[in-house]
């Protein structure tokens, strides 16, 4: 198996790290970099568990090999925080009680922070359908698409 040297900046932090050719990026951030919020759910495209952002948009880090992603600069779910501050979606699936198990939760945060990110005044229509890869098996996605909508409104300054 070949080796190659990559860099990555995730979450503002850089590193530069030696991979093998078949790992998958999942892997690196979560057994590499100890960054374990992005959730290996089903490692083929299905979930949504994985999400990550690079820049702005929304990836499933399951489908992408590490080598892929040399330069890439990713934003986990432990890095929308700022400081003890949460993003505004991660705040409001807090105040609508949108966790349960929560496996779904990190993936369905950074997938939702992109949607906000193109559109800062989505229909529920476009939330269903931005989200429409992310799997929740406690199937919470009334309070989640409304946490959706409460952040975007926050964002919004109403
Ligand atoms: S773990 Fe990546 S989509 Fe399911
Ligand atoms: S909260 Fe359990 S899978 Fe979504």
Request: proline share 2%; charged share 20%.
């Amino acid at each position: 198996m070949s080796k190659h040297l990559i860099h990555l900046t995730v979450n503002g932090k850089e590193h530069e790290l030696t991979v093998a050719s078949n790992e998958l990026l999942l892997n690196v951030l979560r057994d590499r970099l100890y960054l374990t919020g992005s959730k290996y759910g089903c490692g083929v495209g299905d979930c949504g568990a994985c999400s990550i952002l690079h820049g702005d948009e929304s990836v499933l880090s399951c489908l992408v090999l590490a080598v892929e992603a040399d330069g890439w600069d990713i934003t986990t779910v432990e890095g929308l925080a700022d400081g003890d501050q949460l993003n505004p979606v991660q705040q409001a699936f807090l105040d609508n009680s949108a966790v349960q198990c929560g496996f779904c939760v990190p993936g369905m945060v950074i997938t939702s922070t992109a949607l906000l990110r193109e559109n800062d005044d989505p229909s529920e229509a476009e939330i269903k359908d931005y989200l429409r890869g992310n799997y929740c098996r406690c199937t919470g996605y009334v309070a989640m698409i409304k946490s959706v909508m409460d952040a975007a409104a926050k964002m919004r300054g109403e």
